[in-house]
């Protein structure tokens, strides 16, 4: 009768400990959960053993059993420590996982080996005459030796886990308690072998193991140590308003989320393996630690532009790189308030056209492409006459009046490609690349007659403002940066100012110079 209950045990401790076995293969890419499966299968392997053990017609059955306990029994104290210290986030190099499993390997081997040596047991006797069959054994020092080492591991794991107890959450605790009971539970059955049951001629081991299966499982499904993470992670990355791209160090494709598949269609149809720089429109996207160059536009279902960027996270194993973590986010706010920022700073805050600054900034590169080219070009110079009377007369607000009349007059007459500015004070310039002289001097006619025909009221009284500009054309024998322009238009707009104003000068090339020196060879000819 007891051999049927301890036989009916030990199934029900190996079918508990199948079941556990198979959970930890299902969560087997959860976090933590490396060395859970393998202090279950150790278990697991165990038990099967021991029922092998305990249905042997002879030693030598007997023995074979015994080699298969072996397999797993010496190896679930080291697993489980293993287990906890990957639970608490303590790292062990490799050289500790060696030394670690050096006593289980060997004891394992001696095991195996028997009798051909005398190392492990003295003396090794199964016992057919029990309620249930046994092996009577004396143990030899490393026997002795082996048993305290198994006792040891749990008691270093349990102070692990106790270590990181206080500075941990509610959560934490409740699950280092769980573990803490499985861990302990193969300790406590030694002493109650020994001193409770040894009478009776069977091994309790088996069946605290089982139970310490059950708590480790229940600590995975009930409180959520490994199966939470890898759905709540996964759900997050898929709801998350960030697009996310995997990659190896290759460059080849992982895995993405929904809405990077949505930024970027074609990753819908990148298949797991496919290296992106091989892919139409991600090849950009492939390339390592270059994330200056990683920003694109997107257009919304409304039509919305939005500014996304993408920037790059290496993600380590062991010390080693394994893999690039893409993340992609919207930065149009971002974009906004910079494009605002850098309006500002280039805007002159009266009249919203460009200020000096900004001008001398973007005409030197305009300029340099015109001289490379050796396309035409002019340059304008405009200035408010007896601006200061207007002050004076009128005040300075309609002063101001007048220059926002001036801007908004420049402002629609321009092309895109062209630079106007407020050069300072009532002074106004134009660079007009790509462009002839005689349609400079339409444009500048155009504009004399417009600017004198401006309406401004002052006190009921209508009054109006009359513009002097300077024409410099392009000449790449004399022009040979920008300010040399510049001063050939401030030139002609510094004659049209003293002979008469309201008026337009052009400052070219006079033929024939006969050699004399550079300053002279310009010419300045009325164009009204």
């Given amino acids: ?44 392997i165990y038990i099967v053993g021991f029922i092998f053990e305990i ?37 062990l190099r490799r050289l500790h996982y060696a030394l670690l499993l050096l006593i289980p390997a060997l004891t394992c081997l001696l095991l195996w ?12 006797e ?68 020994r001193f409770v049951v040894a009478r009776l ?31 709540a992670r996964e759900k997050i990355i898929e709801t998350m308003s960030d697009g996310f791209v995997l990659l190896d160090m290759q460059g080849s494709f992982i895995d993405a989320n929904s809405e990077a ?13 496919m290296k992106l720089d091989e892919v139409e429109d991600l090849a950009w996207l492939s390339a390592p630690n270059n994330t200056a160059g990683k920003e694109f536009n997107f257009t919304e279902s409304d039509g919305a532009v939005k500014h996304y960027r993408v920037s790059e996270t290496e993600i380590s194993h062991a010390d080693r790189p394994i893999c ?22 280039e805007r002159d805050t009266l009249t919203g056209l460009m200020n000096r600054g900004a001008f001398n900034r973007k005409a ?36 101001d009046e007048v220059l926002k009349g001036i801007a908004v007059l420049l402002s629609s007459r321009f092309r895109a490609t062209d630079l106007v500015t407020r050069y300072g004070g009532e002074e106004f310039c134009v660079f007009l690349p790509n462009i002839s002289e005689d349609n400079a001097l339409d444009i500048a006619r155009e504009l004399r007659l417009r600017a004198a025909k401006q309406d401004f009221v002052a006190d009921g009284e209508i009054f109006h403002s009359t513009i002097s500009i300077g024409l410099a054309v392009y000449d790449f024998k004399r022009h040979h940066h920008l300010e040399a322009l510049l001063a050939d238009a401030d030139t002609a707009l510094y004659a049209a100012k003293n002979k008469g104003r309201n008026t337009i000068y052009v400052a070219r090339i006079a033929d024939g110079s006969g050699g004399m020196p550079e300053d002279t060879w310009i010419t300045l000819e009325c164009a009204l």
Wanted: proline share 5%; with cysteine.
């Fill in 126 to 193: 199964f016992s057919l005459l029990s309620p249930v069959p046994h092996f009577d054994l004396d143990g030899s020092f490393f026997y002795y030796l082996f048993i305290g080492y198994a006792a040891l591991l749990p008691i270093a794991a349990i102070g692990v886990l106790l270590r990181f107890f206080r500075r941990r959450d509610r959560v934490f605790k409740i699950q280092a308690v769980t573990i803490i009971l499985a861990t302990i539970l193969p300790v406590l059955s030694t002493a109650f072998n």
């Fill in 261 to 273: 598949k949505r930024l970027l269609p074609r990753l819908a149809f990148t298949s797991v393996g």
């Fill in 55 to 91: 249905l042997a017609d002879s030693q030598q059955e007997a023995m074979a059993a015994t080699m298969v306990q072996y397999c797993g029994g010496p190896f679930v104290s080291p697993f489980m420590f293993f287990f906890v210290c990957e639970y608490c986030g303590v790292r």
């Fill in 113 to 124: 080996t028997y009798p051909f040596n005398g190392i492990y047991y003295n003396s090794l």
């Fill in 324 to 345: 690039r973590c893409l993340m992609i986010y919207d930065v149009t706010d971002t974009r906004q308030v910079l494009d605002e920022v850098s309006s500002l700073a």
């Fill in 201 to 231: 001629g069977f091994d309790t081991t088996p069946l605290f193991l089982s139970v310490s299966c059950l708590l480790l499982g229940y600590s995975m499904l009930q409180l959520g140590l490994y199966r939470i993470a890898p759905i």
């Fill in 364 to 399: 030197k590169p305009l300029f340099d492409s015109v001289a490379r080219s050796g396309d035409d070009a002019c340059l304008l110079m405009l200035d408010l006459d007896c601006f200061k009377n207007i002050n004076d007369l009128y005040g300075h607000l309609k002063g």
């Fill in 1 to 44: 009768m007891i051999f049927v209950f301890v036989l009916i045990g030990y199934l029900m401790a190996a079918a508990i400990a199948l079941a556990t076995f198979i959970m930890g293969i299902y969560v087997r890419n959860a976090p933590k959960s490396f060395y859970f499966t393998y202090v279950i299968l150790a278990i697991l």
